[in-house]
């Protein structure tokens, strides 16, 4: 069983910044791609940006130039610096991981972020 658990939202003036971390937890799995998406009230769930095992990053134009993915293949952790925050930018975010050979993909909980204007 693999869990996922993400830190690090909370309330930011527009302009500021954020870090969000994920941690995969388990044993006997093999992480590929991981990833965050955000989900606004009223809103489906949308593609944030998204990182291979190797490195290659892939973002929405909402967030292009503004927000960064990283992530540690040892640790099985995946980061989201997020930078002039934007009142739009509020959601919740979550932490995704494609995992094993079947790319079953798993979420965490979600992690309430707020940028007030």
């Known amino acids: 069983q693999v869990r996922l658990v993400e830190s690090g939202g909370g309330l930011v003036q527009a302009g500021g910044s954020l870090r969000l971390s994920c941690a995969a937890s388990g044993s006997g799995f093999s992480i590929n791609a991981m990833g965050w998406y955000r989900q606004a009230p009223k809103k489906q769930r949308e593609l944030v940006a998204t990182?291979?095992?190797?490195?290659?990053?892939n973002y929405a134009d909402s967030v292009k130039g503004r927000f960064t993915i990283s992530r540690d293949n040892a640790q099985n952790t995946v980061d989201l610096h997020m930078s002039s925050l934007k009142p739009e930018d509020t959601a919740v975010y979550y932490c995704n991981a494609v995992i094993g050979r079947g790319n079953y993909p798993y979420w965490g909980q979600g992690t309430q972020v707020t940028v007030s204007s």
């Open positions: 990182i291979t095992t190797s490195g290659s990053t």
